[in-house]
T-cell receptor, first 113, second 114 residues
Framework: DQQVKQNSPSLSVQEGRISILNCDYT??????FLWYKKYPAEGPTFLIS?????DKNEDGRFTVFLNKSAKHLSLHIVPSQPGDSAVYFC????????????FGPGTRLSVLP | EAGVTQSPTHLIKTRGQQATLRCSPI?????VYWYQQALGLGLQFLLW???????NRGNFPPRFSGRQFPNYSSELNVNALELEDSALYLC?????????????FGPGTRLTVT
């Protein structure tokens, strides 16, 4: 039973356009969410986080949106660059379990020049 | 500042043997986490150590165990290896619990069981 889902295994976007990566969760107790990026042969790298008290958090080209009622979050990358090509994981945790994050299966983003 | 380091990079074992994987966290981080990423799957949470104590473990059999040393480095031991244990094992570290912090990952140890 997957608590964090990323239903698109892969996504291709043209350079300069917007990339939208989606993540859905089932556990209503999740209240803190993160996005990670992973290149081949490297560990995941933290990108951006959002707490459930917010519905948007922005950091440069990266914006995360949280829709609690829909149990959905999305990561927007604008403008997309070829260096953004990687696997993106969303992760969630609930306050009772502190740092115990549940990861989604990941979405492979390809930004085409 | 040095990141999370893991050793060895690659490990090849035969079925039934034991594997030991090592992780050194970022300086100042007291929490260490272990994840398994099998081929084609996401990160599966294995173990979480903080201040030398096991805080939580994922849905893995008891032959997956570990410990955290006084210097906050950590070991993951996998006993009685099975073929399906072949995976990338990632270690991550973060500041102490109490609030939520992002975790910083090492490059992983690729374990192959033949």
């Amino acid at each position: 039973d997957q608590q964090v889902k990323q239903n698109s295994p892969s996504l291709s976007v043209q350079e300069g356009r917007i990339s939208i990566l989606n993540c859905d969760y089932t556990n209503s107790m999740f209240d803190y969410f993160l996005w990670y990026k992973k290149y081949p042969a490297e560990g995941p790298t933290f990108l951006i986080s959002i707490s459930s008290i917010k519905d948007k958090n922005e950091d440069g080209r990266f914006t995360v949106f949280l829709n609690k009622s829909a149990k959905h979050l999305s990561l927007h990358i604008v403008p997309s660059q070829p260096g953004d090509s990687a696997v993106y994981f969303c992760a969630a945790s609930e306050i009772n379990y502190g740092q115990n994050f549940v990861f989604g299966p990941g979405t492979r983003l390809s930004v085409l020049p | 500042e040095a990141g999370v380091t893991q050793s060895p990079t690659h490990l090849i074992k035969t079925r039934g043997q034991q594997a030991t994987l090592r992780c050194s966290p970022i300086s100042g981080h007291t929490s260490v986490y272990w994840y398994q990423q099998a081929l084609g799957l996401g990160l599966q949470f294995l173990l979480w150590y903080d201040e030398g104590e096991e805080r939580n473990r994922g849905n893995f059999p008891p032959r997956f165990s570990g410990r955290q040393f006084p210097n906050y480095s950590s070991e993951l031991n996998v006993n009685a290896l099975e073929l399906e244990d072949s995976a990338l094992y990632l270690c991550a570290s973060s500041f102490t619990t109490g609030t939520r912090y992002e975790q910083y990952f090492g490059p992983g140890t690729r374990l192959t069981v033949t």
